[in-house]
């Protein structure tokens, strides 16, 4: 086992599945054929991954692979704040697995808690994102931290947009985008012996962040990580995605502006905010460069005028 958390903390819940026997290895590689036949999937969310001997994991998945003669994309949950054992299970696994980028969700966590005091410069820093981009599953929340579970350490509301531009619109990671924060969501449970009522609400602009991700979000990145509270970043776009390409400023603190490059084959173009927090129109100079701006707190998408019909 690779963590030594509780000894090895292989019973999980109380549950334990005896993977050094031979009959339980031979019944989930039959479980998965089964799966895979029934189903039709092309992949696995593999949980609680830091519970189970990574060879099993090594084997189970080449098995999948050798008998439909295909690779499957797996994302694997193995809950640890610390980007290098992240990347001890990845080399233990041989790169067969996505993990789920842990410290990223702590790093939002502490940067919605101190907001201002928070250095946004620092957000990637020790996460996988930062080291292995593409086994890093980026997310916000999930069921895990939501309100009234296990893991329970939800970012507070003010920073989601913020934090969803940072996962959905730039080229590193694999974003995972949690159900409720699209549509909502209203439940009820128990803290302290008394009934708790919790609603989630959507995020703002998420909506528009994603189609921008479809449609925009391509190209040469540019970074303008320059100040404690706003930074942000552009995506050049690319030839074979009309009107592609898009200015992202975002900021913890008050509102602030930011001449950032898109790329000369924007010139003369005008953009605007498509998450509609700013109201003025930004023309690209003959260097391809604006002046873009964003509100306290919050986070601007900056497009051309011209793709805002793919949002109608």
């Not at 292989?10 to 019944?27: F, G």
């Not at 490059?261 to 005008?270: A, F, P, R, Y």
């Amino acid at each position: 086992m690779l963590d030594g958390e509780k000894g090895n903390y292989d019973y999980l819940m109380a549950n334990d599945i005896e993977l050094r026997n031979p009959n339980v290895v031979e019944e989930l590689k039959w479980w998965g054929r089964w799966y895979i036949d029934t189903a039709k999937i092309d992949g696995f969310r593999l949980d609680a991954l830091k519970h189970i001997n990574p060879d099993f994991i090594n084997e189970w998945i080449g098995h999948l692979k050798d008998h439909f003669k295909k690779d499957f994309f797996c994302i694997g949950e193995s809950w640890k704040n610390d980007a290098d054992y992240l990347l001890k299970y990845i080399d233990a696994t041989q790169g067969r697995i996505q993990l789920i980028d842990v410290p990223l969700h702590f790093n939002f966590l502490e940067a919605s808690l101190k907001r201002n005091e928070y250095d946004m410069r620092c957000i990637f820093d020790n996460t996988l994102l930062k080291r292995k981009p593409d086994r890093a599953i980026t997310f916000i929340d999930n069921q895990d931290t939501q309100p009234l579970q296990a893991l329970e350490s939800p970012v507070d509301y003010w920073f989601k947009p913020l934090a969803y531009s940072l996962i959905l619109l730039r080229e590193q990671g694999i974003p995972c985008v949690f159900y409720p924060t699209l549509y909502g969501a209203k439940y009820s449970g128990h803290a302290n012996g008394k009934e708790v009522f919790i609603e989630l609400n959507s995020v703002p602009s998420l909506e528009a962040m994603l189609l921008t991700r479809k449609k925009l979000a391509y190209g040469q990145q540019r970074d303008y990580f320059d100040h404690p509270n706003t930074i942000g970043w552009t995506r050049e776009g690319v030839n074979d995605k009309p009107l592609s390409g898009c200015a992202i400023l975002i900021t913890n603190g008050t509102a602030g502006n930011k001449m950032m490059e898109v790329g000369k084959k924007h010139s003369k173009k005008i953009f605007v905010d498509i998450c509609g927090s700013r109201k003025e129109k930004v023309k690209i100079d003959k260097n391809g460069c604006g002046e873009f701006f964003v509100n306290d707190e919050s986070v601007s998408v900056w497009i051309n005028e011209e793709a805002v019909k793919f949002f109608k």
